[in-house]
């Protein structure tokens, strides 16, 4: 039997942009320490934003790929990072191979649980009541961790125990980098595989049309609790890696802000793309550091975002990235994909 | 020094150029960062560079500014006479932005991008957890904490220069129990960690006096209802409030604990965070015979005082960040005077170790308030502490200096 394998030809015509776009953000990525050599301080900025842009990603699974509202994805983010936290203060405990498995195991179970709540009851839930169930569950968690005494109460825990590997340190500086890099680069691989799956595709189509999806048979609400969890799980690493390398976790590390925050990476980027998320926590990371000693724009960035969003949703749904990438790639390559797979 | 002694120049440096390429390329920018306070002269050996992280903006920037403001004053008035040892100092300023979150990311630009020899800085205790570790223990570099607060911060390299649980109470509560002839104590409180230490230190020194505390009760920051908390008071025949509730909880608070009388009737209250910033701040009938106790007060009879007082409304006319000691000003100027004594005795040699030991047990002859001298291997100082009393004239309230205790011991570490 001759099977021939027949790619689609516009796929193959098409300029890749999206990928054009990740191997460019990857390049940079790799390149910066070594451009960056003597100047630490930009070194841990830029250790920052790819720790930040996990948690970005974390979001953007729910949103772009799942169509779940997540305002609580610091929830995760910082209960792993005050796990690791307490596990350095009381155990004296902070080996690499135990710490970050941990803290994605606990994102993992917290989000599970709340999902368990919040998705999988006798009734389909709407959008709404997910987003404001997570975002109590954010602002709860901010409120009782800002009087409970044992983790710090309002200060917050601070001197936290440095990561390490055998007898290695991890400060800032290159290797907390390296790290952060490679941490950003398996969550993302593990990420890109799982949208460009057959259970992405279940993803894609659930976002598109929910009601449709159900009524071909899919469980679409446990195909959402499991996305939500892997998003705990990421949120959890970053919020690990950030409390080590921050040396510092505050009430204000679980709460709403930081939520919203992961929310605006994701809608500045691009959500639905992976590689959106990293770009936007860049974006946002990069020039709130170049603002910070500007007097009179400082007091009004915050107000500056919050327009430049506002005019992003308005305007540019698709975020930075779709001035890129047309919205036939960023949808579309699943189809392409499964097609191409299918004919082969 | 060359006699270039006119006044410093505040510089802005970066600006839009600088961030714009920051922002554009990811990795050139970097020149733009806070603000700095350049010398008008050079050294050989080059500049002695400080660096202040303090909140400038966000809910406690009035604090932050009169900080900002003493450490221009104070290393201006060294680099006048000479700088330390002929060398100038420069300052650096970091916004700290009344966010722990934020400011762990920016006092790290003092360390990495600035590589100041000293921090001196934070206001809240939450403020102090969060910038210590990126300063004295990644960053390896001398930290100066000004603020009064709870007492129990035994980091090494961390020195700490405003008063105590012990130096705030020690005087004050023996003095409210047998000069004022108050006994029955209680402690309304905000809920977090500097009103509770304060508090267990409080209560020993209370009940070591003969005195007897009826309540001690936690409320979150923001509440704004008292009454439970007021007839408390009231059944429980309280004379003397020891208060620690704090904006923005504090203005409800008072306002009902007056309009229960319990001043009319002969009750007192005393808060010990209460400065010459907090009389404007509520109503002059409220503060009428409040009883606070502080490393200075304005009305304090000391002529180096007044002829600092004098120079800072020079330096910053009509300023509405006053030097005063429950802004951590006090502190801060201790801090940079310390570090002065310390730096001269080191012979200019600026590793953190040698002027650390040098610190330890530095000893400054003049400051607002008084002198202060550090307690050798306890981080802390001793220093004058003032007992003071809320007056009212023509509507006006103003402190008047009841009583005085030389060189109190701050008993920490």
Known sequence: ?????????????????????????????????????????????????????????????????????????????????????????????????????????????????????????????????????????????????????????????????????????????????????????????????????????????????????????????????????????????????????????????????????????????????LIGPVIGTAAIELLSYGLSDIDAIRQFWPVVLGLVLLLIVMFQPAGLLGLVVSNRERIGSFGASARHSAHG | MNGTKDALKTLRRGFLSGAGALTAAGWIGGAASGWLLRPGWAHAAGPIKMGIATDITGAIAPSGNADWQVAQFTVEQINKEGGILGRPIELYLEDTASDPKIAVGNVRRLIQERRVDVVLGGITSAMRQAIKDPIVNRGRTLYIYPQLYEGQECTKNLFCTGPTPAQQCDKLIPYLIKTVGKKRFAMPSANYVWPQLLNKYARKVIEANGGEVVFEEYYPLDQPEYSATISKIKDGKVDCVFNTVIPPGLQPFMKQLFESGFQKNGGVLTCVYFDENTLNYLPAPEMEGLYSCLDYFQAVDDPFGKKLQEAYSKRFPGTKYLFTAGAAATGMYRGIKFYEVAVKETKGDLHRDAVAAAMDHAVIENGPGGGAAMVPGHMHCRMNMYTALCRINNEKPYYEVVDKADMVDPREC
């Not at chain 1, 099977?3 to 990857?26: H, N």
């Not at chain 1, 179970?109 to 709340?114: E, G, K, R, S, T």
């Not at chain 1, 941490?183 to 990420?191: D, E, G, H, M, T």
């Not at chain 1, 899919?218 to 690493?237: E, N, W």
Request: aromatic residues 12%; hydrophobic residues 55%; positive net charge.
């Open chain 1, 1 to 273: 039997m001759l099977k021939i394998r027949k790619p689609l030809a516009s796929c193959r015509r098409t300029f890749r942009a999206l990928l054009a776009v990740e191997l460019l953000v990857l390049a940079v990525l790799v390149v910066t320490p070594f451009l960056l050599q003597d100047r630490l301080d930009l070194i841990t900025l830029a250790t920052n934003i790819m720790i930040l842009s996990i948690f970005g990603i974390s979001f953007d699974m729910c949103w772009g790929f799942s169509g779940i509202m997540s305002f609580g994805q610091a929830l995760f983010f910082g209960v792993s990072g005050y796990v690791v936290a307490l596990i350095g203060r009381d155990l004296n405990f902070s080996a690499i191979w135990g710490v970050l498995p941990l803290a994605m195991l606990t994102g993992l179970i917290l989000a599970f649980v709340l999902a368990v709540f919040l998705l999988l009851g006798r009734k389909m839930p709407g959008a709404i009541f997910v987003a404001l169930g997570t975002l109590t569950g954010s602002y709860a968690a901010e409120r009782l961790v800002s009087g409970w005494q044992y983790v710090g109460a309002g200060n917050g825990l601070s001197s936290i125990k440095l990561l390490q590997l055998g007898s290695f340190e991890f400060v800032e500086g290159f290797e907390f980098y390296t790290l952060a890099l490679l941490s950003l680069l398996i969550v993302y691989l593990v990420c890109r595989f799982i949208v460009r799956s057959q259970f992405g595709l279940v993803l894609a189509g659930m976002r598109e049309n929910e009601e449709r999806l159900a009524f071909l048979g899919y469980r679409v609400q446990v195909f959402k609790a499991l996305t939500f969890s892997f998003a705990g799980m990421a949120a959890g690493l970053s919020g690990a890696l950030y409390s080590y390398h921050q040396g510092f976790i505050g009430p204000g590390n679980m709460g709403p802000g930081l939520s919203t925050t992961a929310v605006l990476y994701c809608l500045l980027g691009g959500t639905g793309t």
